[in-house]
């Protein structure tokens, strides 16, 4: 699961010391990989790996030492992602969020909220971002929701999208504009707060990703975050691409266990002996390669604090993105009607790999904001 990377010399590669953390999720990685298509059918959170990677030490482990936590690097949360995605995407995809949400809350909040926020990411609490909003399309960080002015801070009416385990958070991360501005605050949710059930999707079912409504729910002036510094890496945009990532390697494996499994009729070989198979997936392969060193250049420009992260995680992104949606439409022609069934994983993997390229920021986004960098002198921040 970590090719190239258990040499300690690389300068991609995570620090030694944080060996044992990414041997701990790889352990809980092979056992998610059997719930993967149970939670597929029911569309389940699957709340017992959740708590198995916070009993693991993963969640805590991602806040600074400053609030209680080893400050785990960029480049080793990337493969912690990686891996737990080729095994089960929803759990990864919920972990990305929960983990986004906390270490905002905990950096960004006043004192003392930012303490009992790394508390309770430390004691087992959920934490999910409610910042996408149904009229606002991929431009989550900038809401077109306003919050009227109350005694006690702000209150908010209105609706979030595509809230990953808000089911089971006690704290949401939510951005409401304040006088106009774009302001974040951390909110735990009170009978104001509305799941509506709406979540019927494809792929990645047990993401369970709600939409939220706000009823007059006060954003408290004590619990308003400061303002992110621009180019401050967070764990959402450093986990999204290792997302994708996994899902692809998963496909890939189903497709070549498949291949050398399958044997055609007409020459009584294994298909993987098909040319056009070989150069099909040594295509795969080496952009799926190309993929993962994009991704390994991100988060190390997150650990050097880079302002490149910002454009290094938007060309990772869109890469992964499509080479996971390419690899997965492969395993389907190389699976056949055999993949096509319910009962074979390739057809899964399918349906998750289609997320990638539309969580935000989406491919197209990524494809306006790289473009215009290259085409123009002042390219918008997306």
């Not at 597929?40 to 990677?53: F, G, K, T, Y």
């Not at 004192?111 to 996408?132: C, D, K, Q, T, Y």
């Not at 004590?222 to 899902?247: K, M």
């Amino acid at each position: 699961m970590l090719e190239g990377m258990t040499d300690t010399g690389h300068p991609l590669a995570p620090p030694a010391h944080e060996r044992p953390l990414l041997d701990a999720a790889l352990d809980l990685a092979a056992g998610f990989a059997g719930t993967a298509a149970a939670l597929d059918e029911s569309a389940a959170i699957p709340l017992d790996n959740l708590r198995a990677l916070h009993a693991a030490g993963l969640d805590a482990a991602t806040l600074p030492e400053s609030l209680g936590g080893q400050g785990l690097s960029y480049r080793a949360y990337g493969e912690i992602v990686r891996a737990v995605a080729a095994a089960e995407p929803s759990t990864a995809c919920i972990w990305v969020m929960h983990i986004g949400a906390a270490g905002a809350l905990a950096a960004l909040s006043p004192e003392p909220e930012a303490a009992r926020f790394a508390e309770a990411l430390r004691s087992g609490s959920r934490f999910a971002n409610a910042l996408s909003e149904p009229a606002g399309g991929n431009l989550f960080l900038l809401p077109q929701q306003e919050a009227v002015a109350d005694d006690d801070g702000w209150r908010l009416s209105g609706t979030k999208r595509f809230v990953s385990g808000c089911e089971i958070a006690d704290h949401l991360l939510v951005n409401a504009l304040v006088d106009g501005v774009p302001t974040f605050f951390g909110v735990d949710p009170d009978d104001t707060i509305g799941y509506v059930p709406i979540w019927d999707t494809m792929g990645m079912r047990a993401t369970r990703s709600q939409l939220v409504s706000f009823d007059g729910t006060l954003l408290r002036g004590d619990r308003r975050c400061a303002p992110p510094e621009p180019d401050q890496p967070n764990h959402v945009s450093a986990g999204l691409a290792f997302l994708s990532i996994g899902i692809a390697e998963a496909a890939l494996a189903a497709l070549v266990a498949h291949a050398r499994g399958r044997v055609v009729p007409t020459t009584g070989e294994p298909l993987a002996r098909m040319q056009w198979v070989q150069h099909a997936v040594a295509d795969a392969a080496v952009r799926l390669d190309a993929a993962r060193l994009s991704a390994r250049h991100s988060v190390w420009l997150a650990d050097q604090r880079s302002p490149g992260f910002i454009p290094a995680t938007l060309n990772a992104k869109l890469l992964a993105g499509e080479v996971a949606k390419d690899i997965a439409q492969l395993g389907v022609s190389v699976g056949g009607g055999s993949g096509y069934l319910r009962t074979s994983p390739i057809q899964r993997h399918f349906r998750d790999a289609q997320a990638g390229a539309l969580m935000a920021y989406s491919a197209e986004v990524c494809r306006t904001y790289i473009g215009s960098a290259l085409l123009e002198d002042a390219p918008d921040e997306p």
